[in-house]
């Protein structure tokens, strides 16, 4: 599967963005799907993933009830819903997929290509 991520930006703390990742190949629905980030000098972090299905959903402590992890099999997209931004958010972010649901980036085989993301205090 190969993973488009867009929708990064620059956005004011408090503000919101809307992060998608478009995959191709008729197999989207079987995967589990993440959204990680990496910031200079720091390691890729868990961001949010989520299940094949979508009933299942599971956040990092640092984003809990301000991100919201979705997908659309249909459309082959899932998204990652950023509200009440924060200047730690800034970083590049990453989906991922694979057919095993998880936190650790080692776990994912496929990623996109990252979309930057930029709060500004």
């Known amino acids: 599967v190969q993973l488009q991520a867009s929708g990064g930006g620059l956005v004011q703390a408090g503000g919101s963005l809307r992060l998608s990742c478009a995959a191709s190949?008729?197999?989207?629905?079987?995967?589990?799907m993440g959204w990680f980030r990496q910031s200079p000098g720091k390691e890729r972090e868990f961001v949010a993933a989520?299940?094949?299905?979508?009933?299942?959903?599971y956040y990092a402590d640092s984003v809990k009830g301000r991100f919201t992890i979705s997908r659309d099999n249909a459309k082959n997209t899932v998204y990652l819903q950023m509200n009440s931004l924060k200047p730690e958010d800034t970083a590049v972010y990453f989906c991922?997929?694979?057919?095993?649901?998880?936190?650790?980036?080692?776990?994912?085989?496929?990623w996109g290509q990252g979309t930057l993301v930029t709060v500004s205090s």
């Open positions: 190949g008729r197999t989207f629905s079987s995967y589990a």
């Open positions: 989520i299940s094949w299905s979508g009933t299942s959903t």
């Open positions: 991922a997929a694979d057919f095993k649901y998880g936190s650790s980036p080692r776990g994912y085989d496929y």
